[in-house]
């Protein structure tokens, strides 16, 4: 069977919370907070953030372990490791670490991804599609204080931060996305519109909307009237 959940978040040689422990299912591919948020590429940028270069990080984020608590996360790479029977010494880290900080670098990789020339109009002044790297085609819909997409990656985030409460609350409260699921399909609509965060985006889905109800009205035909009235 496939494992989807990351070496760092099941260790066996180690007691995880009772929190983590909430966030394991019998059926791994639903570990979705473990997955999208706290994932390793995420606390790989972390690390990069902090001053980790690339050796550094690629020798040592095998032996992570990660622990997600119900406010913070614990993360753990040990500064020894045992390499070819000899124990040798990397660099190392025990700390832990606001939920905040994993909702940044998640909304910072999602933006850098976001492409909005892969974009292109919809049906109606609502709808964009977008095309996945699999070649398959998504719809992306503009609602008013939001953008979904029919993506498996928008999907998979939605799950998770339903799966983690305090992550959700600092998703509500980053400066950029604003309570918004930080997919790069919504984020590439976002740069599509000319947007930088939520409050932006919302305007824009007004004067989107405003412009598309102007267009309508162009080219709705004059009311026919009635001649029986008029030969009165």
Known sequence: MTRFSAKAH????YNYSVFHQSLL??????DYALRHIYSLENTK?????WGWTPEQIKTGIDYATIDVYRNVVWLHIPNKILHRGQLIKIRGISRFISKADYIDVLVTRSWAKADPYKLQPGDNWDDLITRG?????YEIKLYRYEVT???HAYSGLEKAFSQDSVAAKHL????????QIPDKHIFATWKYLGCENLRQYE???LERKEAAIKESWKFDPEPEQD???LDW
Not at 25 to 30: G, I, S, V, W
Not at 45 to 49: G, P, R, S, V
Not at 133 to 137: A, I, M, Q, R, V
Not at 172 to 179: D, I, N, P, V, Y
């Open 149 to 151: 997409c029919t993506c």
């Open 133 to 137: 790297n699999t070649g398959d085609f």
């Open 172 to 179: 509500m409260l980053h400066e950029k996305a604003q309570g």
């Open 203 to 205: 305007y824009c889905w």
């Open 10 to 13: 099941t260790r066996t040689d």
């Open 45 to 49: 940028a972390l690390l990069t953030k």
């Open 227 to 229: 001649t029986e009235f």
């Open 25 to 30: 299912h019998e059926d791994n591919r639903e």
